[in-house]
């Protein structure tokens, strides 16, 4: 499992990067939380990196002047959006993931339907798409950054998303995914 530096600085860019503080403050957390103690426990960085999301969710109107679901949406797409710059194999990967049934087991606005649904719409910026999106073409992934998300997501499938429940994205083994 790799512990190699990661680059996040992709994300700083004003038209495919993160956007608003959530977004901001969901990777700045996650730096800090990796930064602590690379790939010693998983499950323990996992739980600091979901325990401050949690207490701003509780507080997300005061903090961010958004709503509980537009908070819990906004963290998602910071998920995935990090996830580009993660690669296949690095801790950090499992990290992420793990985060996603323990803010699932809160229940509120935390719920992988609206993950999958934030899921389907990044697919659209693929590096290979022949899809043509309108004026957004700056806004396509790089080959290496589609699998990376790739990766991330195949390994939120095979450890936290049951397979009866994917609304339409199958996890087909081995970091493999296929959209119905």
């Not at 499992?94 to 609206?114: F, Y």
Request: charged fraction near 20%; proline fraction near 3%.
């Amino acid at each position: 499992m790799s512990v190699a530096s990661l680059d996040f600085s992709i994300l700083q860019d004003k038209i495919r990067g993160l956007q608003g503080d959530v977004q901001y403050d969901t990777l700045e957390l996650f730096e800090k939380v990796l930064k602590s103690s690379p790939s010693s426990d998983i499950a323990q960085q996992t739980r600091n990196f979901v325990t401050p999301i949690l207490a701003s969710f509780s507080n997300a109107k005061e903090l961010y002047g958004e709503t509980e679901l537009s908070f819990a949406l906004e963290t998602y797409d910071a998920f995935l959006l990090i996830s580009t710059c993660i690669p296949s194999g690095h801790y950090a990967q499992d990290v992420l993931a793990g985060a996603l049934p323990l803010l699932e087991q809160q229940g509120k606005m935390w719920n992988m339907w609206e993950f999958k649904r934030l899921v389907r719409g990044i697919w659209n910026n693929d590096a290979t798409s022949e899809v043509d999106v309108p004026d957004n073409n700056e806004e396509r992934l790089s080959l290496g950054e589609w699998l990376n998300l790739n990766s991330f997501i195949a390994k939120c499938f095979e450890n936290n998303i049951p397979q009866s429940s994917s609304g339409g994205l199958r996890h087909e083994g081995q970091g493999c995914l296929r959209v119905d």
